[in-house]
């Protein structure tokens, strides 16, 4: 069983910056993958970006790559999530999620936070 709790998320303006961050309760390099999913009011959840234990392979959803950066720390059990140029569309409520799985990582997150809110407004 691994609890996953998420912060740093608040309100920004547009292109401003943020940085998320996910704890386990347990050590990290037990879990393959590491990522963030989205959910905006009246949008389906999405998902965002993964990271791998190991190599530290990651994978971004388009419409952040090359704006949004992960990196992890597994002395803290920590994943974080570093968010810029941000954009009013990236307003969501932002869950941490693992995973044993890193190459079907959607279909196979298994333990998930409580979610982080980020709002993006000028």
């Known amino acids: 069983q691994v609890q996953l709790v998420e912060s740093g998320g608040r309100s920004v303006q547009p292109v401003g910056s943020l940085k998320l961050s996910c704890t386990a309760s347990?050590?990290?390099?037990?879990?393959?993958?590491i990522g963030w999913f989205r959910h905006a009011q009246r949008k389906e959840r999405e998902f965002v970006a993964q990271i791998s234990n190991g190599r530290y392979r990651t994978y971004y959803v388009e419409s952040v790559t090359v704006r949004f950066t992960l990196s992890r720390d597994n002395a803290k059990n920590t994943v974080y999530l570093q968010m810029n140029s941000l954009k009013p569309d990236d307003t969501a409520v932002y869950y941490c999620a693992a995973s044993s799985d890193y190459s079907d990582f959607v279909a196979s997150a298994r333990y998930w936070g409580q979610g982080t809110q980020v709002t993006v407004s000028s």
């Open positions: 347990a050590t990290i390099v037990t879990v393959s993958a």
